[in-house]
């Protein structure tokens, strides 16, 4: 049996470092943060029980340096590392070091991370666990003419994905089978340079669809949902704005969709928090599986401002070896909830990244207002790491309020010194369209040329 967690090294930075270090201080447990040099400064290296320097700026020397990271477990004597998500999170081999130097990982096992990494292989499981797929191939795909065959079977256009893909990465739209032969060689290619695997699968491209995805929890006897989150509202496949519940999903598709997710992580034994994303074709009325997070994802306060319930501190519990002590009649959706992912760009330079020196800083406050940030006065933005600063998450009983609250937060919210997305966001929350919740994954884009945003 697992022994509950004494200690536990933290190997991420920012908000999630925070949000980590927070959670084991309520729960007794000592955190260590594993930090670079460019973040010896920040407040959650201040705010751990400890801190140990992994390395230099560069992620590849730090952050994503898997045995620096377990070596500083083994010196700080930690009993488990936590991910937090990016970097090393969703890496099966850097599990299978924790595993294979006994060190505990907050998180499923290797070999889970690893099938459910393989997107070919994720939908192998979904299928034999009865749950949809958007049509495509079977399997990986490297030769034109059977490529050609599946386009005629599933019509154009279609989507080229890389197999060990993702945040958006490794994707190809081909709209006729004049161009599928250069595509596919190309996006091989691609896949091959960005991912050191150069499998990949053919789907039917959906191009009236949300982004649903249920948030999943499991503590190797019980595995419970906790709702679904909607993040129909990105750029270029990133997320921007997410929300809980859906607000065009009910409660028939709702429950199918739950249903599907807790079946494909009882068919893999998944263990821990996690995340199983969905389409939903606003055309059909259908839903398919796409992929599985297999860590704690960006959005996860939306889900806890709706439950009630600390998903990482149950992270930190299953891991320790301790029964969720919930049963899914526990889960109870309680009002709206919106978050906001305040990055350090500029909208109107096509979300240039603005690194810098925070000159002054407020944050909003008020009921159902949380934002989740590392930041305050005098903190650097480092230019070497992904930009987001901080995500706003406010709960109101309807969304309605939900919204009314973020743009009395968003207007609060002051951060001097860089540029962020603070005001987008207040441009699409004020906006008809994301009020009336009746948009796809396009909306953004198209907003954005109203608006006279520059694309990069």
């Known amino acids: 049996m697992t022994p509950p967690l004494s200690s536990v090294l933290i190997a991420n930075r920012g908000e999630i470092a925070l949000r980590v270090i927070r959670a084991c201080k309520e729960l007794g447990i000592r955190s260590i943060l594993a930090h670079s040099e460019a973040d010896r400064d920040s407040l959650p290296v201040r705010l751990a029980d400890q801190s140990i320097c992994i390395g230099p700026a560069a992620v590849n ?17 930690a009993s488990a590392i936590h991910p937090g998500y990016g970097f090393l999170s969703e890496n099966s081999d850097f599990v299978a070091l924790c595993e294979a130097e006994g060190v505990g990982f907050v998180g499923p096992s290797a070999e889970v991370i690893r099938r459910m990494g393989d997107k ?3 939908k192998k499981i979904a299928r034999r666990a009865g749950v949809p797929t958007v049509p495509g191939s079977d ?62 699968y053919i789907e039917r491209y959906l191009t009236d669809i949300r982004h649903i995805e249920i948030q ?24 921007l704005i997410e929300e809980a519940p859906s607000p065009v999903i009910d409660p ?44 704690i994802q960006v959005e996860h306060p939306v889900t806890e401002m709706i439950t009630g319930i600390d998903l990482i501190k149950l992270q930190l519990q299953i891991a320790g070896g301790q029964p969720l002590g919930l049963r899914q009649e526990d889960v109870q959706i309680r ?29 909003p406050g008020g009921f159902g207002v949380r934002l989740d940030t590392h930041l305050e006065a005098g ?35 002051r951060i001097d010194g ?22 796809n994954t396009g909306y953004i884009a198209e907003f954005m040329k109203v608006q006279h945003h520059a694309q990069p």
């Open 139 to 200: 399997g990986a795909i490297s030769d034109p003419e059977e490529a050609r065959r599946v386009g005629e079977q599933v019509g154009f256009p279609l989507l080229i994905k890389a197999a060990a893909g993702g945040g958006g990465r490794g994707l190809r739209v081909v709209e006729s089978a004049e161009t599928l032969a250069a595509d596919l060689a190309e996006i091989m290619a691609e896949a091959e340079v960005a991912f050191g695997d150069a499998s990949v």
């Open 379 to 413: 903190a650097s933005i480092p230019p070497f790491y992904d930009s987001m600063v901080g995500k706003l998450i406010c709960w109101g009983r309807d969304r309605d309020e939900a919204i009314a609250r973020a743009l009395r937060a968003l207007e609060e919210l």
């Open 252 to 295: 028939a598709t709702r429950e199918k969709i739950a249903r599907a997710a807790v079946a494909l992580c009882e068919e893999v034994g998944y263990v821990n928090a996690g995340t199983v994303e969905f389409v939903y074709d606003n055309v059909s009325g259908e839903h398919y599986f796409i992929e599985m997070n297999t860590r």
């Open 418 to 439: 860089v540029v962020t997305t603070a005001r987008f966001h207040e441009e699409v929350l004020n906006s008809p369209t994301f009020r009336s919740g009746a948009f």
């Open 335 to 363: 009002g709206h909830a919106i978050e906001c992912r305040v990055n350090a760009e500029d909208a109107a330079r096509g979300f240039a990244p603005s690194p810098g020196t925070i000159t002054g800083f407020r944050a």
């Open 216 to 239: 999943v929890i499991s503590d190797g006897v019980a595995t419970l949902h906790l709702g679904e989150r909607d993040c129909t509202a990105q750029r270029r496949n990133q997320k």
């Open 120 to 122: 070919i292989e994720a």
């Open 61 to 77: 020397l730090s952050y994503r340096n898997a045995h620096a990271i377990v070596t500083a477990a083994q010196l700080t004597g």
